[in-house]
Nanobody
Framework: QVQLVESGGGSVQAGGSLRLSCVASGTIRSTPTMAWYRQAPGKSRELVAVMTSDSSTNYADSVKGRFDISRVSARNTVKVYLEMNSLKTEDTAVYYC??????WGQGTQVTVSS
C-alpha cells in the first residue's frame, strides 16, 4: 500500500505561481509513474501532468508551457512536484496526486482569483 500526501495548495491571484508537493511512501517503486490530476466543481477529474517510469512527461494542452512536473526518488519515498506558473482562474480546482494509476492522495485546493 502506498500513502500519498499533498501540500502546497492555496489562494493566488491570476498570473501568480504555486508549487504543489506530493510525498509517496510505503511499498513503492524507485521510479514510479506519478501524475497530477485536478477536479473543478461540477466537472470530471482530468489529467494535468504525468511523469512515467522512464521520466518522460506529458501535459494537458491547457497547462503546457505553464506547469512543470518533477520527481525525486529516495529510499522508500518518492516526491513529485507540480510547479504552476501564470495561473489562470480556470486552474481553480482540487489537485490530486496519483501513484502508478492506482493510489490517490487526499487532494489540495488551488484557488486562482482575478
Amino acid at each position: 500500500q502506498v500513502q500519498l500526501v499533498e501540500s502546497g495548495g492555496g489562494s493566488v491571484q491570476a498570473g501568480g505561481s504555486l508549487r504543489l508537493s506530493c510525498v509517496a511512501s510505503g511499498t513503492i517503486r524507485s521510479t514510479p509513474t506519478m501524475a497530477w490530476y485536478r477536479q473543478a466543481p461540477g466537472k470530471s477529474r482530468e489529467l494535468v501532468a504525468v511523469m512515467t517510469s522512464d521520466s518522460s512527461t506529458n501535459y494537458a494542452d491547457s497547462v503546457k508551457g505553464r506547469f512543470d512536473i518533477s520527481r525525486v526518488s529516495a529510499r522508500n519515498t518518492v516526491k513529485v512536484y507540480l510547479e504552476m506558473n501564470s495561473l489562470k482562474t480556470e486552474d481553480t480546482a482540487v489537485y490530486y496526486c496519483n501513484y502508478n494509476d492506482r493510489d490517490w492522495g487526499q487532494g489540495t485546493q488551488v484557488t486562482v482569483s482575478s
